[in-house]
T-cell receptor, first 110, second 114 residues
């Protein structure tokens, strides 16, 4: 089967940098995605890593190490609007099959 | 382009009643997913369609849940009869397929079973 682990909560202050980790277990792996979900809203796509290394998109970066079954989402210059839940999601087959992690609730304090 | 549409947005029913949710994916997206998201948890896949065929329904409680995607476009998810533990947000998502990495989610239907 497939499983992912994330910290349940992270707190940081405005302007800071925060890293949200995700570890996974699977028999097949094609990539790791990150989604943001505000309270009452739908998950929205942030990034996807299929290969090892860092992907940067504005203030957000995502990293993957396939050998360590580990990835992280890095949020820089935190803003209040970044307060949300963040989910890693693993693609475990060629057929666009995904499983989501339990989510990390990020609180950004003034 | 228009996003993923879902209706209704909210539904309150009593246990043992039936309920149906509707989803219209982004035009041209071959893959459609139904997820159940219980408060404070990550989305859990219920069923995945590729066009109008089922790819994965291993976590769908088939004694009470059913889903169809006629003509490979919009889809309905039904619960009959509902239980208290079915209270959750039901999310529909679509995926272009191929090399695309992105699932696009609809706003969800919040179901409360009393």
């Amino acid at each position: 089967g497939q499983s992912l682990e994330q910290p349940s909560e992270v707190t940081a202050v405005e302007g800071a940098i925060v890293q949200i980790n995700c570890t996974y277990q699977t028999s097949g792996f094609y990539g790791l995605s990150w989604y943001q979900q505000h309270d009452g809203g739908a998950p929205t796509f942030l990034s996807y890593n299929a290969l090892d290394g860092l992907e940067e998109t504005g203030r957000f970066s995502s990293f993957l190490s396939r050998s360590d079954s580990y990835g992280y989402l890095l949020l820089q210059e935190l803003q209040m609007k970044d307060s949300a839940s963040y989910f890693c999601a693993m693609r475990y087959s060629r057929g666009q099959n995904f499983v989501f992690g339990p989510g990390t609730r990020l609180s950004v304090l003034p | 382009e228009a996003g993923v549409a879902q209706s209704p947005r909210y539904k309150i029913i009593e246990k043992r009643q039936s309920v149906a949710f509707w989803c219209n994916p982004i035009s041209g997206h071959a893959t459609l997913y139904w997820y159940q998201q219980i408060l404070g948890q990550g989305p859990k896949l219920l069923i995945q369609f590729q066009n109008n065929g089922v790819v994965d329904d291993s976590q769908l409680p088939k004694d009470r849940f059913s889903a169809e995607r006629l003509k490979g476009v919009d889809s309905t998810l039904k619960i009959q009869p509902a239980k208290l533990e079915d209270s959750a947000v039901y999310l529909c998502a679509s995926h272009l397929g191929g090399l695309s990495d992105t699932q696009y989610f609809g706003p969800g239907t919040r179901l409360t079973v009393l």
